[in-house]
């Protein structure tokens, strides 16, 4: 095989820009790695900090519990939902949840068949976010549905009352979409860990953790059968995670857009939502990275870059979503409905206009900032703007869910809407879950895919060209 | 990217120890096996026993403040249904017997049978008999007796051999999809009201929705309608009996909002 003249030298695996951040910092070794990579769960004892935002996290996991104890109890009457709003909190948060979950599909599935290498240091907790979000995003679903534990009459199976689920409903589309995306995210987070999970086992001195990481790592011994396998059963979920990045939202959408309500019929709604999706996910996936990273002391494996190409994501889907919006004032104007033109300026200047205004700030204006190179560059700036997204991504699913719904065609069925107390500590509550969740995820599995990392490593590289050449 | 991989796994061999046995492997793989077949088994467990008689009470005899025998009173004293049940041609409801009816009789025969004590107590006092229902179908269906009747369902297509019952029992599950078996299929258990009389066979006087022997027809035992008309499958009588009964379409029959008002 021909080599080039630099193969011998000081291998190069990219070629930066002046300023340009570097995806790994240097002086890495295979070695340093997994040191410390293994040392965040194995060998970290457990700090203030940890422990103060699990106290926190998982308070709010039971201020959950207690809120959907209380609704099984009493029925969805606790909540602020009446007709005409018969889908309030739980189906905003539903959209936001699942929304999240989008960026880590895209981050572990599009990034790596698009052979984007700087996914590797951040695609295993974003696909973790994906994995709670997704939990998160299911509840609601079930706990709106008035007599949750008869929730199992959404999927198909052979009842004793002789029929099936009306198909033609995209609510039903909601169940495949959303059980599809949680089976596939599972699988796709699980398969991802086994290597690592393998060198948890190997590093690991306690017997019993030694035996749990062994038993989680499936007999994974590393050999080229194994890594042949892996390799093929990566890329296959990948190639069947990739359409579920667009199909999920768009189906999700769906619920929306073949209603008639006006500001939710409207064609539009797919690719904003999707863009919308990958948006919010971001933003939550830079509200995680950029604590983790400072709290682990892995800003050398989390880097600048990172941040950087996240946040040029998010202005990138931040202008669709605006595009999204505009659409829909034009829309407004250009179709001469009547119900549309009246929907558009209710939102804009109706009851619960400064939702809309609210929303346009946080989603449109604020995220602007992203153009400047200082702002991306900026942890805590990247860190508020991402904030912002996700207020603005809940706000935009507020306006759609509750503000088409206070006002449809008749003044005379024209309603409002005040969610309760039982609605925000349901939220509030689901917050609890993700967190606890993601801080028990960073606690007890690799939340930077450690063996991804090492092929980024020149040490790899120079593996390769010397097989190449034997 | 595959040399590299066989790199890094090369370097992480030379660190593996073993924790677990080599059978885990086998156990690893038979257990995939195992979750499928347990997972799978318990649906299907969950799914029969919901339709088991120890959830729907079909076939379970249940007891009652008399012992009632449908097997005495219609086999063997050849009782017609409609002689107690008075208002299942006419209305949703069969109707239960007032103890009026029971003493019809029973104020002349078996008049000191201890049996009989609480039908003669409730005569005395007018409290009714509080019979334990065997068919009951939830408050949100709408069941109306008579337009049954009316198109020609027996008796005994849902109620089964109560003419063999010594203690009464459900003969169905009552499900929806027990409903639905027939509203989708409405010719399956047609009967014809009024068949060719055969003076060898009584039962052909009587009305034959009410007939307990009645059998649909086959090529041995044809049905025979009084204008002498022969149908020798129930497909033809049935598909002949929707069509003079007016009975309305499967699509009208199985809408929502046919049972559930």
């Not at chain 1, 030298?9 to 820009?17: D, F, G, N």
């Not at chain 2, 649906?43 to 088991?52: F, H, K, M, N, P």
């Not at chain 2, 002949?240 to 379409?249: G, I, Q, T, W």
Request: net charge positive.
């Amino acid at each position: 095989m021909e080599t080039s003249p630099e193969s011998n030298a000081t291998p190069v695996l990219e070629r930066l820009l002046p300023d340009q951040p570097a995806v790994l910092g240097p002086g890495h070794t295979m070695g340093t790695v997994t040191d410390k990579i293994t040392a965040i769960v194995l060998r970290r004892p457990m700090t203030l900090g940890w422990l103060g935002g699990f106290v926190i996290a998982f308070t709010m996991l039971n201020m959950l519990v207690l809120a959907v104890g209380y609704l099984f109890f009493k029925g969805v009457g606790i909540w602020g939902i009446n007709i005409p709003v018969g889908w309030g909190f739980a189906i905003i948060n539903f959209v936001w949840w699942v929304g999240i979950g989008h960026a880590g599909t895209l981050i572990s599935a599009i990034l790596l068949l698009l052979k984007q290498n700087w996914r590797n240091s951040i695609n295993r907790f974003a696909e973790a976010m994906t994995l709670f979000a997704v939990a998160c995003a299911g509840m609601f679903p079930l706990i709106h549905t008035g007599r949750p534990w008869l929730a199992y009459w959404l999927f198909p199976y052979p009842s004793s009352m002789g029929v099936w689920p009306q198909f033609r409903s995209p609510l039903v589309w909601d169940v495949f979409a959303v059980s599809t995306y949680a089976t596939i995210s599972a699988l796709f987070w699980f398969i991802g860990l086994i290597p690592d999970l393998a060198t948890f086992r190997d590093q690991a001195k306690n017997p019993w953790t030694k035996r749990i990481y062994g038993l989680l790592s499936m007999g994974w011994r590393g050999s080229a059968r194994h890594w042949k396998r892996y390799e093929s059963a990566y890329l296959l979920l990948a190639g069947l995670a990739t359409p579920l990045v667009l199909s999920v939202h768009t189906v999700v959408s769906f619920d929306f857009a073949i209603a008639i309500v006006p500001g939710w019929h409207t064609t539009i709604f797919p690719p904003y939502f999707v863009a919308g999706a990958i948006y919010s996910g971001f933003a939550m996936v830079l509200v995680l990275a950029i604590p983790i990273r400072k709290f682990y002391g892995v800003e050398d494996m989390i880097t600048l870059r990172h941040l950087d190409n996240s946040a040029k994501v998010m202005l990138a889907t931040g202008l669709i979503v605006a595009y999204g919006y505009s659409m829909e004032a034009f829309f407004a104007y250009y179709s001469g409905n009547f119900w549309e033109r009246f929907m558009f300026l209710n939102r804009a200047t109706g009851p619960m206009s400064w939702a809309y205004v609210l929303l346009i700030l946080f989603n449109i204006l604020i995220p602007q900032l992203l153009w400047f190179r200082k702002v991306r560059m900026s942890p805590p700036m990247l860190f508020m703007v991402s904030v912002v997204v996700l207020v603005g991504m809940w706000l935009e699913r507020f306006v759609i869910v509750v503000v088409s719904l206070t006002r449809d065609f008749l003044p005379s069925s024209w309603g409002t809407y005040t969610a309760t107390r039982w609605d925000y500590m349901t939220f509030l509550g689901t917050l609890g879950l993700f967190f606890t969740a993601m801080l028990l995820f960073v606690r007890v599995m690799p939340s930077i895919t450690i063996f991804e990392m090492r092929t980024m490593l020149p040490e790899s590289k120079v593996q390769e060209e010397v097989a190449a050449h034997d | 990217m595959w040399g590299c991989m066989r790199a890094v796994g090369q370097w992480m061999a030379s660190y593996m120890a073993q924790i677990f046995h080599r059978s885990a492997n086998t156990i690893a793989k038979a257990s995939i096996i195992a979750a499928i077949l347990l997972i799978g088994g318990l649906l299907w467990a969950g799914l029969e026993l919901q339709r088991s008689p120890y959830y729907t009470y079909a076939g379970v005899a249940r007891s009652q403040p008399v012992p009632f025998s449908h097997l005495h009173h219609v086999s063997g004293v050849g009782l017609d249904c409609r002689y107690c049940h008075t208002s299942v041609e006419t209305s949703g409801f069969a109707g239960i017997p007032p103890t009026k009816t029971c003493m019809n009789c029973h104020s002349q025969i078996w008049t000191n049978a201890p049996m009989l004590a609480p039908v003669r107590e409730s005569y005395r006092t007018g409290k009714s008999l509080i019979w334990t229902r065997v068919d009951n179908l939830p408050d949100f269906v709408y069941f109306d007796h008579s337009i049954h009747i009316n198109k020609g369902i027996g008796c005994n297509t849902c109620h089964g051999p109560v003419d063999k019952m010594p203690l009464t029992y459900a003969y169905a599950s009552m499900q929806m999809e027990w409903c639905l078996n027939c509203h989708r299929d409405p010719g399956k258990y047609l009967r014809p009201h009024r068949v060719k009389e055969d003076p060898k066979d009584p039962h052909t006087m009587d009305d034959q929705v009410f007939n307990m022997t009645y059998q649909q027809p086959t090529a041995e035992h044809p049905v025979v309608l009084p204008d002498g008309q022969s149908f020798t499958s129930q497909d033809a009588l049935g598909a002949y009996l929707v069509k003079v009964k007016h009975v309305r379409s499967v699509r009208d029959i199985t809408s929502c909002s046919t049972c559930h008002r």
